[in-house]
């Protein structure tokens, strides 16, 4: 029943991510007389307003809330509204939150603040609040390179507009989402601000600018001069945690739509948006709709070198693909494609429409077709990857979904190319550089490798890389064509499970000596680097126990380095072994 009596059904105050979202939900339901009344001068998603037909007054101040016999009454400094529900969706800055201990602000450094100039800034958001959301969403918008370190966040607990616009972004490739991780501590490099990461798998990154979201809270209904007589109503609804002593109904913005719904429009179910509706119905057009609002690549090419290892270059819809040889990207797809084996996903029906993202060293073709190298940067990435068979114990995730796609197909590339494990520690091209992998842990360094063979490199290069069968050496031939083009490069395949090769690990080929061989001299710590990438197990970090050094119990290539006088290079301690662990 709609009541024409009232100027509006709905007067929202505040276009924040909560308040759009229950604008936008409202106006989805049938609701045709909805205004948002936005104190400041912009709302946290301003693309939003057009595309939703929103109607938002700027700059009214809310002078009081009351109620009449059928009605709430909003009086702006404005005007004077009837209204059948009303929801305050302002939030404030709360003065007890600081940012984390050992954080120091400064001018590059702060809370809730953003820099004036944003345009071409590296901007990182911490924090994983709606209105950390806000804080991106501004910062992209302005045209600045946004990260956001949103460790712990739970996109289903944000307002449904902040999930739509953070994925908005993601898909445009305009701003990362690092849903593990959080900075642990904030160095500085000369004038500007780098946060080392609580996670591992995270590098350290430089910004122009870091900015903490804080949690905010909601105003006091006497702030906004709420009257007992609109608390009583029930038809004023607060977002956020209940007053005090004010027994109006309030709740967090991914439930505020349901409780509008229950105390002012029980005639309407409140829709959700697209992104917080359970799809339970497993049918094609939505399967075509969450791949329209995930994907933001295009396969360009999937060379299979067996049934299980493959060669995939993926071309961005938007932004570039410029990378420094080594580093990695994420490729994504949704748990709803299909698996190239008969595994289920354990609790799939609660993630089905989710995304699921992996880390890609980005691998390098080695030459042109023209026979040339290849230069760093071409319009694709190419990676390199292989099925992780699953089985009883462990079902993966994404590997058996890649192993069904074909050129033309979409996928999810993430916009922040990443890794520090890269060349920038060999300064001199004469430098030795021996290369340690494990299967597809070839990847980057095919790409370092053709990178110092193109600035005319003179040391040696060797790439050894071990595998189970001759048939898993997906770049074999571009390394024998490299190896008679290039004297000072060497490229030593290890099978493990072949009857003409002798069983040997790399471990061994430091022990045998067949490294120094290749190089032709010793392996000299004073004027070379190792890179190792892949298996941990063959990597062989060590751990500090007691504040002593301990090699795990099977020895890993560190532990032989390191007793011929390597050192790991580590965050604010540089050294000239250089490791990669894909997991
Ligand atoms: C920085 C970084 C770069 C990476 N680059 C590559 C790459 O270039 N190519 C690539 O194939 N993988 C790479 N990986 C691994 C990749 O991110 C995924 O972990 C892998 O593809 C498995 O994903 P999944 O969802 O199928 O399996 P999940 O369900 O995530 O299973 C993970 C498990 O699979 C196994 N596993 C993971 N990677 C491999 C692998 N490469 N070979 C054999 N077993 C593996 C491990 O037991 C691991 O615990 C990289 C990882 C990191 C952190």
């Not at 080594?326 to 289920?344: F, I, M, P, T």
């Not at 799939?348 to 760093?376: M, Q, T």
Request: with cysteine.
């Amino acid at each position: 029943m709609v009541d024409n009596d009232a100027n509006y059904d709905l007067l929202v105050i505040g276009g924040t991510a909560g308040g759009l979202s229950a604008a936008i939900s409202s106006l989805r339901s049938g609701l045709g007389r909805v205004r948002v009344i936005e104190p400041g001068s912009s709302v946290a998603f301003p693309e939003l307003v057009p595309e939703n037909k929103v109607e938002v007054g700027y700059g009214e101040q809310v002078l009081s809330i009351d109620a009449d016999e059928h009605h709430v009454v909003v009086t702006t400094d404005q005007r004077s509204y009837r209204t059948r529900g009303c929801l305050v969706a302002l939030r404030n800055r709360n003065p007890q939150w600081t940012p984390p201990e050992g954080v120091e602000l400064s001018k590059n450094v702060s809370v809730d603040e953003l820099p004036e100039s944003l345009n071409g800034q590296d901007i990182l958001v911490v924090g994983y609040t709606n209105h950390a959301a806000e804080l991106a969403a501004t910062a992209a918008a302005a045209g600045a390179g946004v990260v956001m370190a949103a460790g712990g966040i739970d996109p289903a607990l944000l307002a449904p507009a902040a999930d739509a616009v953070i994925r908005r972004l993601e898909r445009e490739r305009r701003a990362t989402i690092l849903y593990r991780a959080v900075p642990d501590d904030i160095g500085t490099s000369g004038e500007f601000p780098i946060a080392y990461f609580n996670d591992r798998r995270t590098p350290d990154l430089e910004f122009d600018h870091i900015v903490y979201a804080s949690k905010r809270i909601r105003p006091a209904a006497s702030e906004l001069g709420v009257t007992s007589a609109a608390i009583e109503s029930g038809k004023v609804l607060f977002l956020g945690r209940p007053e005090e002593g004010v027994d109006a109904p309030s709740g967090p913005a991914w439930e505020i739509g349901r409780l509008l719904a229950e105390a002012c429009f029980p005639e309407l179910e409140l829709q959700e948006t697209p992104s917080t509706v359970q799809r339970r119905v497993r049918h094609e057009s939505v399967i075509n709709e969450l791949r329209d609002e995930h994907y933001n690549a295009t396969i360009t090419a999937f060379e299979q070198r067996h049934s299980d290892l493959w060669v995939i270059r993926v071309r961005p819809d938007i932004g570039g693909t410029s990378h420094i040889p080594g580093q990695y990207a994420s490729l994504g797809l949704g748990y709803w494609e299909d698996r190239v084996d008969k595994y289920a996903d354990a609790g799939i029906d609660g993630k089905w429409n989710k995304l699921i993202r992996r880390s890609y060293s980005i691998s390098h073709p080695i030459f042109e077709p023209s026979g040339y190298l290849a230069p760093p940067d071409t319009e694709e990435l190419e990676f390199y990857i292989v099925l992780v068979q699953s089985d009883e114990n462990h079902v993966a995730a994404l590997t058996p979904r890649l192993g069904r796609l074909q050129v033309g197909d979409r996928i999810y590339l993430g916009p922040k190319v990443a890794g520090r494990y890269t060349l920038s520690a060999v300064e001199s091209p004469d430098t030795a550089v021996v290369f340690f992998a494990t299967g597809t842990g070839e990847a980057p360094h095919n790409s370092m490798a053709t990178e110092l063979l193109r600035k005319g490199h003179t040391g040696p290069i060797v790439s050894t890389v071990t595998v189970r069968n001759w048939q898993d050496l997906g770049y074999l031939d571009a390394h024998r064509q490299l190896e008679e083009r290039f004297p000072n490069y060497h490229y030593l395949p290890m099978p493990t499970r072949e009857q003409d090769v002798p069983k040997r690990y790399l471990q061994d080929l430091i022990r045998d000596g067949d490294i120094e061989r290749a190089l032709g001299g010793t392996l000299d710590p004073a004027n070379t680097h190792a890179f190792l990438c892949g298996n941990p197990a063959m990597i062989g970090l060590p751990e500090e126990v007691d504040g002593k050094t301990t090699f795990p119990e099977t020895t890993g290539v560190i532990e032989l380095l390191v007793e011929r006088g390597f050192s790991i290079d580590r965050r604010n301690e540089p050294g000239n072994i250089h490791f990669e662990e894909y997991w």
